[in-house]
Nanobody, 120 residues
Framework: QVQLVESGGGLVQPGGSLRLSCAAS????????MGWYRQAPGKQRELVAA???????NYADPVKGRFTISKDGAKNTVYLQMNSLRPEDTAVYYC??????????????WGQGTQVTVSS
C-alpha cells in the first residue's frame, strides 16, 4: 500500500554532510510514523531517527545533535539531514513507514536502501 524510495546517499569525508530523502507514494494517508534505519555489514539494523504525525521525533544516541529528521507538509517526503559524519555512520540507510491497517494492526514498509560511506 505504501512505496518508499530513498535517495541522497553517497561517499563523504569525515565531518561532511549528506541529506537523505525518502519519497512515499500509495496510501500515504495511513502513515502514522516514518523513520530511518541503518545497517552496517555484520550488524543488526538499527533505528536512526523517527518522526510521527504530531511532529514528535526520536533519535538514537549516536546521532543526537548531528542528525535531523523532518518531513514536508504533504507527508510525501521525509528527510534525514546528516552533519558531522563519522566513519561509524557508514551503513545502508533504509526509510521506514509505519501504517495502521483497517483492523488497527500495523505494518512496516521499507525502502530499497541507500548507501552512505564516510571515509577519508
Amino acid at each position: 500500500q505504501v512505496q518508499l524510495v530513498e535517495s541522497g546517499g553517497g561517499l563523504v569525508q569525515p565531518g561532511g554532510s549528506l541529506r537523505l530523502s525518502c519519497a512515499a507514494s500509495g496510501s500515504i494517508f495511513s502513515i502514522y510514523v516514518m523513520g530511518w534505519y541503518r545497517q552496517a555489514p555484520g550488524k543488526q539494523r538499527e533505528l536512526v531517527a523517527a518522526i510521527d504525525n504530531d511532529g514528535r521525533t526520536n533519535y538514537a544516541d549516536p546521532v543526537k545533535g548531528r542528525f535531523t529528521i523532518s518531513k514536508d507538509g504533504a507527508k510525501n517526503t521525509v528527510y534525514l539531514q546528516m552533519n558531522s559524519l563519522r566513519p561509524e555512520d557508514t551503513a545502508v540507510y533504509y526509510c521506514n513507514a509505519g501504517v495502521f491497517n483497517s483492523d488497527l494492526t500495523s505494518t512496516n514498509f521499507w525502502g530499497q536502501g541507500t548507501q552512505v560511506t564516510v571515509s577519508s
